[in-house]
């Protein structure tokens, strides 16, 4: 950890979330957010109702109607781990523009490269010779294993373009088109693959599946298999009981059988499989944790129907899950290939798929595969400080501290509140899942979840959505986030919970269908 995040965390000494976090259980007294040394400049753009006009009549109609709340908050302005809004209140923001935030807004060494780049060459195509993209890729190569083979990138400008490229290269190399993933995961929603995406809200019912499959999500929490000992390295178990051991989970076993048993049907004679790809953890199922020791066992089963193993590392690359910089590298497998986006750039489009020297060449046989935009000067320049100010501000530990104190905190509030059924994560890559009750362990329904998003905004927190059923907080902060931030957060989630335990919020003004 750097000297500076050292002397942040020391120079407020280390409470402990057992003392700090039932501090606000008082529901009179709304909790007070740290300080933070920082100013935003004034805000003299267009006026929040103009934006709203012109969001509802000509922004896309799926962003408009995904708007999160019901008094929104003008964005103009972020630092660090806060944003700001037209009238400079602060807020703590715990979705990271959707996981894409990692050194946090506006930081300084991200920022001067980019201008220092903008004020030397801007674009040219990468037909050409430009020293940015050659010094990135190796860079980038660097933050691989040794003994992984990853040493091929290719560039691109978001996930879902990372996704379809590997689909793409599984294909090439194998001579096979058959993909298999997870059911319940979130792969991008391009044309290619929206199948790929199994998640309800974002399918097409005319969409193209050829091809495209799906095996059983091994979910600790709600799956057919799974409980206290299976998540590996998170203070966060699901409160379900198995028979599992310290090293060995009985769940992953039955959740790889499932995904052998899928392949023999879709795969005649042991051939046809192009590849399978899943998520490091997570990402729309809100931080869901595989099982320990799954993907062991389902990319061996992978290889013996011949095909080629893909690590979608969109959310849980780049030091987010605290302990390893790679998801691959936490769940102790060597994918083929790997696709990362959002964290990347802290905030700039950029994009990646990494493979090996073989995939490479096969893929470069099959055709010829261009990017405009993939690696230019300015994207690369971001690129490349983002990797450095995570190394240089040392935010992979800091992940790993802070992280580990919201996690304990949400075992608290779980403890504590029935309406709480499950906390999960590792890192920074972190959710809190809400039911009904404990006892029927049905999902909390929307608009209830709705009505205390709502509330943690107005007290200055922003969350993010997601799960199966949008009964969920999704938690991934910019990753400078300290321990400060983590007690504020759990100090004003206690007194949101209470409030909403006590029948003080009004929930019914955000039913769709209220009772007459």
């Given amino acids: 950890m750097s000297s500076k995040i050292i002397q942040r965390f020391m120079s407020h000494g280390a409470k402990t979330l057992g003392t700090a976090a039932p501090a606000s259980a008082s529901t009179d007294i709304d909790p007070v957010m740290p300080h933070f040394d920082y100013t935003p400049p004034k805000y003299e753009g267009m006026s929040k109702e103009e934006c709203k006009r012109i969001r509802a009549a000509h922004v896309a109609p799926a962003v408009h109607r995904q708007t999160f709340h019901k008094e929104q908050p003008l964005f103009v302005a972020g630092k660090g781990q806060y944003m700001y809004d037209e009238n400079g209140k602060r807020y703590l923001d715990l979705m990271g523009g959707i996981c894409t935030v990692s050194a946090g807004h506006a930081h300084d060494g991200v920022n001067a490269a980019i201008s220092d780049q903008m004020s030397r060459v801007s674009h040219t195509s990468n ?28 560039f691109c400008n978001s996930g ?7 689909m793409l290269m599984a294909r090439a190399y194998t001579g096979y088109l058959n993909i298999v993933g997870l059911r319940k995961a979130y792969h991008g929603a391009s044309a290619t693959n929206i199948a790929l995406t199994a998640m309800p809200l974002y399918r097409h019912a005319s969409m193209p599946i050829t091809n495209v499959s799906q095996t059983m999500s091994p979910d600790p929490y709600r799956g057919l298999w799974g409980g206290s000992h299976c998540r590996d390295g998170s203070p966060c178990q699901t409160l ?13 076993e039955m959740y790889a059988q499932q995904y052998r048993d899928h392949l023999l049907t879709l795969c005649p004679g042991g051939k046809g499989l192009a590849g399978f790809i899943g998520e490091g953890m997570g990402g729309m199922t809100a931080a869901m944790m595989q099982p320990k020791g ?24 780049f030091g987010r899950l605290g302990t390893h910089y790679w998801g691959f590298e936490y769940h102790g497998v060597r ?10 750039g ?14 490479a060449e096969a893929f470069a046989n099959s055709s010829l595969h261009f990017n405009t935009f993939g690696g230019n000067a300015i994207a690369s320049a971001a690129g490349q400080a983002t990797l450095k100010a995570i190394d240089d501000d040392g935010l992979m530990e ?32 972190m959710a809190m899942e809400f039911v009904e009750s404990k006892s029927t362990h049905n999902p909390l329904p929307t608009y209830k979840m709705n009505a205390i998003l709502e509330r943690t905004k107005d007290l200055g927190i922003l969350l993010g959505k997601g799960g199966l059923y949008v009964n969920c907080f999704r938690i991934q902060p910019p990753m400078c986030v300290t321990l400060e931030d983590a007690d504020f957060t759990i100090q004003v989630m206690d007194k949101v919970f209470a409030e909403y335990q006590e029948g003080k919020l009004d929930v019914e003004a955000f039913n769709p269908n209220p009772a007459k």
Wanted: hydrophobic residues 35%.
């Fill in 127 to 154: 037909i050409f010779l430009h020293n940015k993209i050659h010094e990135y890729s190796k860079a980038m190569v660097d933050k691989m294993p040794k003994d992984s083979n990853l040493s091929v990138v290719y």
């Fill in 160 to 166: 879902s373009e990372a996704n379809d490229l590997a």
């Fill in 240 to 252: 379900r009981s198995c028979d599992c051991g310290p090293e060995e989970c009985n769940g992953a």
């Fill in 294 to 317: 799954f993907y062991k066992k389902a990319y061996e089963i992978t290889k013996s129907f011949g095909g080629v193993n893909i690590m979608d590392e969109v959310q849980t690359g």
């Fill in 335 to 344: 994918p083929d290939i790997i696709t990362a986006a959002k964290s990347i």
């Fill in 346 to 359: 802290n905030g700039f489009p950029l994009a990646m798929a990494v493979t090996t020297p073989e995939i």
């Fill in 398 to 429: 800091n992940s790993r501290v802070v992280g580990n104190r919201f996690l304990e905190g949400f075992n608290y509030l779980r403890e504590k509140y029935d309406h709480v059924g499950d906390c999960r994560g590792k890192g920074l890559m």
